[in-house]
């Protein structure tokens, strides 16, 4: 098991320095890496004071942030979770349209028995919808 296990970090360390070498082959990017060293070789404590600023800062919004949001569910929990489920039926809606409008073009591209037999029909696919739907009212129930 350890033997697997090392094998998947050098795996992930190898993809990750990929990335990051894909990344810096851009010479902005390099750029910006070169600025950011300079800056911690100038002066270490004041760059590490100045990150530790930024992510306080960001944090501190994050956490009015859910605050917010745990005061709006505490006033009103039932309406809160009706303006989720709107809001998850919305975006629902809009990515059926889209599965639908994808269909379309692929039937006027490839012609009606083009798409895989694995494809679900738009039944099907309203169906899985609906399911996804109420399994979702059912969680926030």
Do not use: C, H, W
């Not at 009606?112 to 494809?119: I, N, R």
């Amino acid at each position: 098991m350890a033997r697997k296990t090392g094998g998947l970090l050098k795996v992930a360390a190898m993809l990750g320095l990929a990335v990051a070498a894909k990344q810096l082959s851009k010479k902005e990017n390099r750029d910006v890496v070169k600025n950011e060293y300079n800056k911690v070789k100038e002066d270490p404590k004041s760059y590490a004071q100045d990150v530790q600023d930024k992510l306080s800062k960001q944090a501190g919004e994050y956490q009015e942030r859910a605050k917010s949001e745990y005061d709006r569910v505490k006033q009103d929990p039932k309406g809160y979770a009706q303006n989720v489920q709107e809001k998850v039926n919305k975006q629902a809606a809009e990515y059926q349209e889209r599965a639908k409008s994808e269909i379309e073009k692929a039937k006027e591209e490839f012609g009606e028995d083009y798409l895989p037999s694995m494809a679900l029909s738009m039944e099907e696919l309203e169906d899985l919808v609906q399911f996804i739907l109420s399994a979702n009212e059912e969680a926030t129930e």
